[in-house]
């Protein structure tokens, strides 16, 4: 295997390389490239070498974009409806108008980086200023995933994003509400549609769009538990409904208030439904318009965003009533995996590392309480000591 180095302008190579295929008859590539004469002689000795181990690719006129479409179409089995909006979205508003039109096999790191760093700087699309860094870490992702997919198809030989770090985003701190604003939005609440959702997800820790899809017979008040087996998830193409986030089902154990809230809330419900001249079922949602009718996960945000404004608590989202409801748990030194089980994460490290500002005040309380024992313990020890 042969190559050799052409100048075609100032700067500006032509890496020729000979390939020969079984029956001995020659066919020529081509490179181009930018840089030194010594540059481009490194490089030319490069491609010999790979295509002598094995791991040389052609040269391929696919683009980035058109790559990301057709990583997108493979995508489509692999993730829910709702990631692939995210992933579409992201890619085709964020990445392509960055290196969309870069080809495939040129892509290198630095672009990669240059495109991050124009992203930061002047990357919105309104052009009012930059990207976020937590979504320049999404757009990382993304690219990572795509270009290590045409590694597995032999498009490329290795993954230039992994030699590209993403910026690094500060976790906002979370907002929550301490129990005596817990207590008061319950009753701030009470004769309005909202009492119930908001019961659940800050002393049940349920999640918006297992709210939505919660039924009755998920629901069983003389044992006091309810089951998430389904969560509601909002997409272009309408409400679908599939497993839990974590992909498996709980069981949440109901406190006496939450009981008797949602034993009075089904008697209202069935009501209800009766003036529309429905009949109230184990498959009735929980939470429903007046005539039964499923909610979208949306709805009860722009609900609560209405509720939560007409109080004195502090303007928060939603699903930071779940956040409050973990920090409750905490506080009152539930164990970390009993919260964790409860809340539905995948596993209990996540619960400590989400709810991490809770730790150093459960640590005092934890060392003090030792303390204690061990002085107990002195106490009770005969006087003349160790023998």
């Known amino acids: 295997m042969k190559g050799h180095i052409r100048e075609r302008s100032p700067g500006r190579w032509a890496i020729v390389l000979d390939i020969y295929d079984e029956t001995g008859k020659r066919r020529r590539k081509w490179h181009s490239f930018a840089g030194t004469k010594r540059q481009a002689q490194e490089e030319c000795a490069r491609l010999i070498a790979e295509m002598r181990g094995g791991t040389y690719v052609e040269p391929s006129k696919v683009t980035i974009a058109k790559h990301l479409e057709t990583w997108l179409d493979h995508m489509k089995s692999q993730v829910t409806p709702r990631t692939h909006e995210r992933y579409s979205e992201i890619a085709r508003k964020n990445i392509v108008p960055l290196i969309g039109s870069v080809p495939l096999t040129k892509l290198r790191p630095v672009q990669i980086s240059d495109a991050y760093a124009k992203a930061l700087a002047s990357g919105r699309r309104d052009g009012k200023g930059g990207l976020a860094p937590s979504t320049i870490i999404y757009m990382h992702r993304i690219i990572k995933q795509a270009l290590a997919q045409a590694v597995k198809w032999g498009m490329l030989v290795r993954n230039p994003a992994d030699a590209v770090k993403p910026p690094k985003a500060e976790r906002a701190g979370l907002k929550t ?40 017979r998920h629901v069983d008040l003389e044992a006091g538990v309810l089951s998430i087996v389904e969560s509601a998830e909002q997409t272009r193409e309408g409400v679908r409904y599939k497993a839990p986030k974590s992909g ?13 809230e949602l034993r009075q809330h089904r008697l209202r419900q069935a009501e209800e439904l009766l003036s529309f001249g429905i009949r109230q079922d184990e ?6 318009q007046e005539d039964g009718s499923p909610l979208q996960p949306r709805t009860l945000t722009h609900a609560w965003a209405k509720a939560i404004a007409k109080t004195d608590l502090p303007r928060i989202r939603f699903h930071d009533l779940r956040h409050a409801h973990a920090t409750h748990l905490l506080q009152s030194g539930v164990h970390p995996k009993v919260a964790s089980e409860r809340l539905g994460h995948s ?13 150093p005040g ?3 309380d934890a060392a003090s309480r030792v303390d204690e024992a061990l002085q107990l313990a002195l106490r009770k020890r005969p006087a003349e000591g160790i023998r």
């Open 347 to 359: 596993r209990v490290g996540v619960t400590l590392d989400i709810y991490s500002h809770v730790l």
């Open 248 to 260: 498996k089902g709980r069981t949440v154990a109901l406190s006496a208030t939450v009981r008797e």
């Open 283 to 288: 498959a009735t949602f929980v939470y429903a």
């Open 177 to 216: 509400l301490d129990m005596p604003q817990t207590a008061a939005l319950i009753e701030g609440l009470r004769g309005s549609r909202m009492l119930i959702p908001a019961m659940l997800a800050v002393l049940c820790g349920l999640r918006r769009g297992e709210i939505v899809a919660l039924r009755w």
């Open 362 to 364: 459960m640590q005092e």
